[in-house]
């Protein structure tokens, strides 16, 4: 193996983290104690990674106790939202090396990330990025995902001895280099060979080089059908169904582990070995932010401005994405998921009134579906919103396309959709009132898929109506309009549904929908939409049908244990919660859960309350963004002669894939 033998010659040449595996003198003479430790680094996924915390464990597993710049003890680190950077005091100057590091945020969504990297060395000055990539090397090593061993390291010291052994640091880097060689040489990287994946002291979020090839690579763990841990690697912009190099992280490790005699490319089970580059797709990159620059200094310019004013409109796009079908002639051709122009004008100035500023801009994917063969055109991009605190305060999501005759060169143009459509894989667990799983007929837990059809604008207008979904196994479900944000499912076409509040009002499973296929629940399976837009703000008026394609993400969860599904803190059979408290509002927190799923975060909260024979009455709080662990839930208002006869809670979570889990509580009193 030549790669192999080159790396052992120079280790930090081929993405090693350096060092040996002790920084621990073995000298008996007494000596000044080496000054604390600090730590410097970079977590980005492309962009920065977003309120990332940072955590250490050392190499017996045991937790690395930290401070701030003061000295005072802190359980984690915190990036900063600018640029992904974050330092790390820790308490000792010898830690028990080798280091391994956490970083779990979000993204430019919102989606929850955690990524790892390690450490070899204490000598300073200690830099350790932390990247997809470096997550996919320490994968590698440790033969799992890393997030596994991470949660439970102090039974897992043997593995992560691993980290700490540079010739297999060096073999695993110079492997994951070489499968996405090519989209390294298209971000103007000449020699990856020499790159050092971990301790780049240069490497910024500054969308070139690593951080370029970063924005179009999509890197995930996932379980295949018999549990094994997998690592994908992939263009962004091809299909998701189709992940170009899967590599058996089991094997990996094995491989790795007889050094000079194992088999490391053995581990790799795609019929590809390298993953392919967008060219031309990501050849402007590079000044995507000039875009985010541009948005901000305007919010800056016009804080506590008229948002009839429209000094936005220079940003937006003269041929965006055009809507299907096109908009009547004399109406503005703007879209983006329900949003047309005037409303954008509204949302930006909204932020210029509270002095919001946009973070660097990520990409998500490509609108163009299908994609042309010469690349992308129209991005999917996202940029958190936050106060002037760091707080996170919002998501802006939009389409943006490239033009070398405008300032910026990036415009917004939208994606031509008159609504957000989605498809999720689901899990869903039933608990008693007092936190215990039910016994029930059916499987509990249960896996399905969501479709969401926003069908209502955020004042509660009507945008969405009779639609119809096409599965990937040909059948059609018929949705319809339910006075709810989303539509529900339709099974009777003589009777308009009425909305539950129960997931059933969304969700497609076995055996509701007996049509249901293991075809449906692949990832990336392709969902067509053809909806009825309800466009009350354009001459066109309602009866728009559009057909729009939405791709599962991830498969559903094939057995997910009890423990990824939300728990509210507190609650037992001595302490259950009560219909009373459900009906006028109360306290939650869910700290617990969120401390032992770091990839996961609570994104609804609903009350349902039922009584024979009328509706039942729904009442959703919102989530803010960020590590948010506790919350106020609303009161419900119920009408007069109301008598409950059951009350539930819904508490719904999504992890780093996009699969979502739900929680009902529920109980007669």
């Known amino acids: 193996m030549a790669t192999w033998s080159a790396c052992l010659l120079a280790l930090s040449a081929c993405g090693g983290g350096g060092g040996g595996s002790s920084a621990r003198s073995s000298s008996g003479s007494t000596s000044t104690p080496p000054p604390n430790v600090v730590i410097t680094g970079v977590a980005a996924i492309g962009a920065p990674m977003v309120d990332a915390r940072i955590k250490l464990v050392d190499g017996s597993g045991a937790a690395v106790k930290l401070t701030d710049v003061n000295g005072n003890a802190i359980p984690y680190a915190v990036t900063n939202v600018a640029d992904g950077s974050f330092t790390l005091y820790l308490t000792t100057g010898t830690p028990t090396l080798p280091l391994f590091i956490e970083a779990a945020g979000t993204d430019g969504t919102g989606t929850p990330v955690v990524l790892h990297s390690l450490l070899q060395s204490t000598t300073a000055p200690v830099v350790a990025n932390i990247t997809p990539l470096t997550d996919a090397v320490v994968a590698e090593l440790l033969g799992a995902n890393p997030l596994t061993i991470f949660q439970s390291a102090a039974s897992n010291a043997k593995l992560l001895a691993n980290l700490g052994n540079s010739s297999m640091v060096s073999a695993a880097a110079a492997q994951i280099i070489g499968i996405v060689g090519a989209n390294l040489n298209n971000a103007k990287i000449s020699s990856p060979s020499t790159l050092n994946l971990f301790q780049d002291a240069t490497f910024t979020t500054n969308k070139l080089g690593v951080d370029a090839t970063l924005e179009g690579l999509r890197i995930q763990i996932v379980k295949d059908v018999t549990g094994a841990d997998q690592l994908q690697l992939s263009n962004r912009f091809v299909p998701i169904q189709s992940p170009e190099v899967t590599v058996n992280l089991a094997t990996a490790e094995t491989q790795l582990g007889k050094g000079s005699s194992g088999n490391l490319a053995s581990a790799i089970t795609s019929s590809t070995a390298k993953t392919t580059v967008a060219t031309s797709t ?388």
């Open 282 to 669: 990501l050849s402007n990159i590079s000044s995507l932010d000039t875009l985010t620059v541009a948005i901000n200094n305007l919010i800056g310019q016009r804080a506590g401005a008229s948002i009839s004013q429209t000094t936005f409109a220079p940003l937006m796009s003269a041929s965006p994405t055009q809507p299907s079908p096109p908009l009547t002639t004399g109406t503005g051709p703007y879209f983006y998921n329900g949003r047309n122009a005037t409303q954008l004008e509204q949302l930006l100035s909204n932020y210029s009134a509270n002095n919001y500023q946009l973070s660097s801009m990520q990409i998500t994917g490509c609108i163009d579906d299908p994609i042309p063969s010469k690349g992308c055109i129209n991005f999917a991009v996202s940029s958190v919103v936050t106060d002037t605190t760091g707080k996170l305060v919002d998501v802006f999501s939009d389409g943006v396309t490239f033009n070398k005759s405008t300032t910026p060169n990036w415009t917004i143009s939208g994606n031509g959709r008159y609504t957000t459509l989605g498809v999720y894989p689901v899990a869903y667990a039933v608990f008693g009132l007092n936190g215990s799983l039910t016994n029930l007929p059916t499987v509990n837990p249960a896996v399905g898929v969501q479709v969401n059809i926003q069908s209502q604008d955020s004042n509660g207008a009507q945008i969405a109506g009779n639609s119809e979904v096409q599965i990937p196994s040909g059948q059609s479900v018929p949705f319809a309009y339910c006075s709810m944000s989303v539509l529900c499912i339709w099974p009777t076409p003589s009777i308009l549904p009425t909305a539950t509040g129960d997931l059933s009002d969304t969700l497609l499973q076995q055996p509701t929908l007996g049509w249901l296929g293991s075809v449906d629940a692949q990832q990336g399976a392709k969902y067509i939409i053809t909806y009825q837009g309800w466009l009350g703000f354009t001459v066109q008026g309602p009866n728009t049908n559009s057909t729009a394609n939405a791709y599962l993400p991830a498969a559903p969860p094939a057995s997910p244990a009890q423990s990824v599904f939300p728990a509210i803190d507190g609650v037992t059979s001595g302490a259950p919660l009560t219909g009373t408290s459900i009906a006028s509002g109360f306290t939650i927190s869910w700290l617990n859960w969120a401390n032992a799923n770091p990839n996961m975060r609570v994104i609804s909260v609903r009350t349902v309350i039922v009584s024979t024979g009328s509706p039942s009455v729904i009442t959703d709080t919102p989530i803010p963004l960020g590590n948010v662990t506790s919350i106020r839930v609303n009161p419900a208002t119920l009408p007069a002669g109301f008598t409950p006869t059951s009350y539930e809670v819904w508490i719904g979570a999504v992890d780093n894939l996009g699969r979502r889990f739900y929680t009902q509580m529920v109980g007669s009193s």
